[in-house]
């Protein structure tokens, strides 16, 4: 038991989800109206398409994915994945809290169009239209990209790291594609996305915000620099 405790003692950091989902949960049956509505002109021109449910419902498979792996193979990628995660998911859980917001983008989906238009449906049935500024999807997304490109152990694995970016395309990209999401949620995302890269990945706050810009959206070819 001590050896176990010794090797996976940092499992402790998940025990965020007992904050987290009571929280999340809670602003979904609470948040029902007066509320502030994310919607741009740019959103009336983007086409809807069921398709973009794959990349969408991926999303769990990717962050999970991450944080499993790094929780076997990398307890200081793994501190710092979760920090970036946890942290920015409860900023927006803040937001959310004092500043109420929710989409009227939704169209009706006929389930019986296909299977893809099928999980569509069941997501409108389970996940409501509130609450979606910043986009978790999108953030949480560029924050498991980012634990990618910064690991030392994935650095030449290079197939990896342009799979992990095309992903992080697609599932941003399905956000607003399937009318979950305002861009205003994606903007929001990318700015604290941008705001938290530096305090997680940089010693030097200061110095690292002059190219954070750059950094948080994790160039697909440029490795990391080595750590001390």
Known sequence: ???????????????YAFLYLPWFLYLEQTVTGDYA???????????????????????FVYVAGAIAYFFFTNRQDYYRLCGFLFVGMTISLIICTFFPNGTDLRIE??????????????????????????????????????????????????????????????????????????????????????LMYPLVYETDYAAARKTAGQKVICLLYTSPSPRD
């Not at 090797?7 to 998940?14: F, I, P, Q, S």
């Not at 509505?37 to 069921?50: K, Q, R, S």
């Not at 205003?184 to 995302?189: F, N, Q």
């Open 1 to 15: 038991m001590k050896t176990l405790l010794k090797k996976y003692g940092h499992v402790w950091v998940l025990s």
């Open 37 to 59: 509505v994310m919607h741009t002109a740019l959103d009336d021109y983007i086409p809807f398409n069921e398709y973009f449910i794959i990349p969408y419902l991926f999303w």
């Open 109 to 194: 989906v006929d389930p019986q169009k296909n299977f893809c238009s099928w999980l569509v449906s069941m997501l409108h049935v389970a996940d409501t239209s509130t609450n979606v500024f910043p986009s978790i999807h999108v953030y949480n997304s560029v924050a498991v990209h980012c634990s990618v490109m910064n690991s030392a152990a994935l650095r030449d694995k290079v197939w990896l790291r342009r799979g992990s970016f095309v992903t992080m395309v697609l599932i941003c990209m399905s956000t607003v594609v399937l009318k979950q999401h305002s861009v205003l949620d994606v903007v929001g995302a990318l700015i604290l996305a941008y």
